[in-house]
């Protein structure tokens, strides 16, 4: 995985100060059968005390300093991994904040979440095992299989046939264990998206009675989950069973046959319990490889699930020089023969060959029936998507040159979906502009008649909004969004719908107070009321995804059909006939 060789650099130091304590534990645990066999044919059977006393400080000691060095190495070993995990965190967290929305439309929203968070956690308990365990393992794994050869050649024949033999259960383990457990995190992701759309729709969930309805959905994904993790546990079950019998089974052979060349005179039986603790040693450590080789099968798949989100590129590219805007071009908005679709090229399109222009300082209302493809539309002004074919310009440069960072710092969007955040009104508002003075806040409030409203709360300015604003109604949040957008002074402001829960007079008063705060200022206005377009210098008509009108009201009204017919179902037939008289 190559985004991680960073923190490999980054980190290795000490991942290798965590291993050297490892060894001096590890080599502690190695000496320790040989001097128990030392004290028990030496000491014991010839009833040396001094001996034992002597070889008992000795294995005294070398347990302290194993002691120390395993101390050492678990301080070592939870910072690095803790540190690790979080660096690793904020930098896929900065990541998906550089995601383009067709690569953030890709990976799922909920299956981001816990890549975020399952996924580097299993990354993270991995980093953290190999640093306690994993090094530790095979160290006393072979050393163990050294000293037991070096204590009883013949009897390590034994250990020829098991060690194999265990090695290859272990892989077929991981072989087993590696599809199964990307199933299982797919399986997380779906109970995570279904959760997740539980709660943020949880008013509709109430209102419509779909208790059960979600339950079910809900238990779905959770036996789903259920089913997969037992598939891999039941695959994954056999291993380690088969791994302890084939230990054991060496085991009983070593005792038959050191228990016959005992009989012979050939060995003590202070080996023979030595061989054996080796042998257990040996069985320990391989239990743990199999161990830490399942966090390592879950680890890889985690890692390669992050690893997708680093590896996605986002597609859009730009010329580094400074965007500059002559005085005549400056928030002229193009749409030039424009084909999109949210696919990407060769998907279903939403826009159709979409040509026409905003000159600077025009308002112009978009209107056309839901679904038309008004908020793609303007989707496409602030680069949120690139467009398939087709060329759009803003201050008379082709978008796909333009840095989109740059690009955003002159507009100004309002979406249809209001969006307000955990703080207080003040703070929300300086989204738009971070060092807006007091005077510039009420000023946009102002414009956009939320300053009524805001000066009547208890805190005023001060007064903080719950999770998405919960304690405002959805007309103060739409009025919120707009003083927002004022605030930042842009050269565009494009409007989605953003006056629909606002009730028709004071729509009436933002639009006034709009003209009087932002002259000279591009406005893309977007509305369902035929009323609120209707004094727009142009007025754009979309229909499935095509242009069917374009020009003021007086020339919709008598050329464009689709126009005729909102008109008419919004405002009445007789009206529409005085029109046309
Ligand atoms: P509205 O807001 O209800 O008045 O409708 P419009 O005119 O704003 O429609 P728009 O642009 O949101 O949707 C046009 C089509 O594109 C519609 O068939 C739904 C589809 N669409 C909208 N947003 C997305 C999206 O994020 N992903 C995909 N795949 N399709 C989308
Ligand atoms: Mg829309």
């Given at each position: 995985?190559?985004?991680?060789?960073?923190?490999?650099?980054?980190y290795?130091?000490?991942?290798?100060a965590?291993?050297?304590?490892?060894?001096?534990?590890?080599?502690?645990?190695?000496?320790?059968?040989t001097i128990?066999?030392?004290?028990?044919?030496?000491?014991?059977s010839?009833?040396?005390?001094?001996?034992?006393?002597?070889?008992?400080?000795l294995?005294?000691?070398i347990?302290?300093?194993?002691?120390?060095?395993?101390?050492?190495?678990?301080?070592?070993?939870?910072?690095?991994s803790?540190?690790?995990?979080?660096?690793?965190?904020?930098?896929?967290?900065?990541?998906?904040?550089?995601?383009?929305?067709?690569?953030?439309?890709?990976?799922?929203?909920?299956?981001?979440?816990t890549?975020?968070?399952?996924?580097?956690?299993?990354v993270?308990?991995?980093?953290?095992?190999?640093?306690?365990?994993f090094?530790?393992?095979?160290?006393?794994?072979?050393?163990s299989?050294?000293m037991?050869?070096?204590?009883?050649p013949?009897?390590s024949?034994?250990?020829?046939?098991?060690?194999?033999?265990?090695?290859?259960?272990?892989?077929?383990?991981?072989r087993?264990?590696?599809?199964?457990?990307?199933?299982?995190?797919?399986a997380?992701?779906?109970?995570?998206?279904?959760?997740?759309?539980?709660?943020?729709?949880?008013r509709?969930?109430?209102?419509?009675?779909?208790?059960?309805?979600?339950?079910?959905?809900?238990?779905?994904?959770?036996?789903?989950?259920?089913?997969r993790?037992v598939?891999?546990?039941?695959?994954?079950?056999?291993?380690?069973?088969?791994?302890?019998?084939?230990?054991?089974?060496?085991?009983?052979?070593?005792?038959?046959?050191?228990?016959?060349?005992v009989?012979?005179?050939?060995?003590?039986?202070g080996?023979?319990?030595a061989?054996?603790?080796y042998?257990?040693?040996?069985?320990?450590?391989?239990?743990?490889?199999?161990?830490?080789?399942?966090?390592?099968?879950?680890?890889?798949?985690?890692?390669?699930?992050?690893?997708d989100?680093?590896?996605?590129?986002n597609?859009?590219?730009w010329k580094?020089?400074?965007?500059?805007?002559?005085?005549?071009?400056?928030?002229?908005?193009?749409?030039?023969?424009?084909t999109?679709?949210?696919?990407?090229?060769?998907?279903?399109?939403?826009?159709?060959g979409?040509?026409?222009?905003?000159?600077?300082?025009?308002?112009?209302?978009?209107?056309g029936s839901?679904?038309?493809?008004?908020?793609?539309?303007?989707?496409?002004?602030?680069?949120?998507?690139?467009?398939?074919?087709?060329?759009?310009?803003?201050?008379?440069?082709?978008?796909?040159?333009?840095?989109p960072?740059?690009l955003?710092?002159?507009?100004?969007v309002?979406?249809?979906?209001t969006?307000?955040?955990?703080g207080s009104?003040?703070?929300?508002l300086?989204?738009?502009?971070?060092?807006?003075?007091?005077?510039?806040l009420?000023?946009?409030?102002?414009?956009?008649?939320?300053?009524?409203f805001?000066?009547?709360l208890?805190?005023?300015?001060e007064?903080?909004?719950?999770?998405?604003?919960?304690?405002?109604?959805?007309?103060?949040?739409?009025?919120?969004?707009?003083?927002?957008?004022?605030?930042?002074?842009?050269?565009?402001?494009?409007?989605?719908?953003?006056?629909?829960?606002?009730?028709?007079?004071?729509?009436a008063?933002?639009?006034?107070?709009?003209?009087?705060?932002?002259?000279?200022?591009?406005?893309?206005?977007?509305a369902?009321?035929i009323?609120?377009?209707?004094?727009?210098?142009k007025?754009v008509?979309l229909?499935?995804?095509?242009?069917?009108?374009?020009?003021?009201h007086?020339?919709?009204?008598?050329?464009?059909?689709?126009?005729?017919?909102i008109?008419r179902?919004?405002?009445?037939?007789?009206?529409?006939?005085?029109?046309?008289?």
């Open positions: 995985m190559g985004y991680l060789a960073k923190y490999r650099r980054k290795g130091k000490s991942f290798m965590a291993i050297f304590f490892l060894t001096i534990e590890a080599l502690g645990d190695l000496l320790q059968p128990m066999a030392k004290i028990i044919d030496v000491g014991v010839g009833r040396d005390m001094g001996y034992v006393l002597r070889m008992g400080g294995m005294l000691l347990t302290l300093i194993g002691a120390v060095g395993a101390s050492a190495r678990n301080i070592i070993s939870s910072r690095v803790q540190k690790f995990g979080t660096e690793l965190r904020s930098d896929l967290f900065r990541k998906i904040q550089s995601l383009s929305f067709r690569s953030i439309d890709k990976f799922e929203r909920a299956s981001l979440v890549r975020l968070t399952n996924d580097v956690t299993q993270q308990n991995f980093v953290n095992g190999l640093m306690r365990i090094v530790k393992a095979p160290l006393l794994c072979i050393g299989l050294i037991a050869a070096r204590l009883e013949e009897l024949l034994i250990l020829a046939v098991v060690v194999p033999l265990v090695g290859l259960l272990i892989f077929m383990n991981m087993v264990g590696f599809p199964r457990f990307l199933k299982v995190q797919k997380l992701d779906q109970v995570n998206r279904v959760m997740r759309e539980y709660l943020s729709g949880v509709v969930v109430k209102a419509f009675n779909r208790f059960n309805y979600e339950t079910e959905k809900f238990q779905e994904a959770n036996a789903e989950y259920q089913t993790s598939a891999v546990m039941r695959a994954m079950s056999i291993f380690n069973p088969a791994i302890m019998l084939t230990v054991n089974l060496g085991i009983l052979a070593v005792i038959w046959l050191g228990g016959i060349r009989d012979q005179g050939q060995m003590q039986v080996s023979i319990i061989f054996i603790n042998m257990t040693q040996i069985l320990f450590s391989l239990m743990t490889i199999s161990m830490v080789f399942n966090m390592f099968v879950r680890a890889r798949a985690s890692t390669a699930r992050i690893g989100v680093f590896a996605e590129e597609p859009m590219t580094e020089e400074a965007a500059f805007a002559s005085a005549e071009a400056k928030g002229r908005i193009d749409f030039e023969n424009v999109f679709s949210y696919e990407g090229e060769g998907g279903e399109p939403v826009l159709k979409i040509t026409f222009s905003c000159l600077p300082g025009e308002t112009v209302g978009l209107i839901t679904g038309s493809g008004k908020s793609s539309l303007v989707n496409l002004i602030p680069r949120f998507y690139d467009a398939d074919s087709g060329t759009v310009r803003v201050n008379g440069r082709d978008l796909r040159e333009m840095d960072h740059q955003r710092e002159s507009m100004a309002v979406p249809q979906k969006v307000l955040f955990t009104i003040a703070a929300n300086k989204w738009g502009k971070e060092d807006a003075t007091r005077e510039q009420e000023r946009a409030a102002q414009a956009a008649e939320a300053a009524e805001i000066e009547k208890p805190e005023g300015y007064t903080k909004l719950g999770q998405k604003g919960v304690n405002l109604s959805g007309g103060q949040k739409q009025r919120l969004s707009i003083a927002r957008a004022l605030l930042r002074e842009p050269d565009i402001l494009i409007l989605d719908d953003c006056t629909s829960a606002v009730d028709v007079e004071t729509e008063r933002i639009k006034a107070s709009l003209k009087a705060y932002s002259r000279g200022l591009t406005c893309l206005l977007i369902q009321r009323t609120s377009v209707m004094d727009a210098d007025i008509v229909d499935n995804g095509e242009l069917v009108g374009i020009g003021t007086d020339e919709l009204i008598k050329e464009c059909r689709v126009y005729q017919e008109y179902s919004q405002i009445g037939k007789e009206l529409h006939a005085d029109v046309n008289a």
